[in-house]
């Protein structure tokens, strides 16, 4: 097949797959997440920031952007945790990389287990100072 018919053939093909729903994976849906941080763990600062996420489900990928600010130092650490709700804790789940500075942006691949705590609303950010190890601020997900 000459190189002008093959090119028109695979853009005809590619056209017809989109319209009949059968969108190519660089055309994947993603469902929104995101979050305010607040204090925690009876921390006398106030922490303000959020973070907005995209869950790809075909990939198992989450894509993030965060800010924060107000907290009583450098964040040494962050993750995912899960599964907890509002106001309960639970073990870290996904290491966030850093330099942990804000704005930070990024992505994790989620595993099932992951991805049900996301979809169930319990999966939340947690930011880690060294006047507070345990956690200064979090941010729950929520579609």
């Given at each position: 097949m000459p190189f002008q018919r093959r090119s028109l053939f695979l853009a005809a093909l590619l056209g017809g797959c989109l319209l009949a729903g059968h969108a190519p994976a660089f055309a994947e849906r993603s469902e929104r997440f995101s979050g305010t941080f607040y204090g925690e763990h009876g921390t006398a600062t106030k922490p303000t920031g959020t973070i907005d996420a995209l869950f790809y489900p075909a990939a198992h990928v989450l894509r993030y952007s965060m800010t924060w600010n107000k907290l009583s130092g450098p964040v040494t650490v962050a993750h995912f945790h899960g599964p907890a709700r509002k106001g309960h804790d639970a073990p870290p789940v996904v290491l966030i990389t850093g330099p942990y500075q804000s704005p930070l942006t990024g992505s994790v691949s989620?595993?099932?287990?992951?991805?049900?705590?996301?979809?169930?609303?319990?999966?939340?950010?947690?930011?880690?100072?060294s006047a507070h190890p345990n956690g200064e601020a979090r941010a729950q997900l929520a579609p």
């Open positions: 989620l595993d099932q287990d992951q991805e049900d705590m996301l979809h169930n609303g319990t999966l939340y950010v947690n930011l880690h100072t």
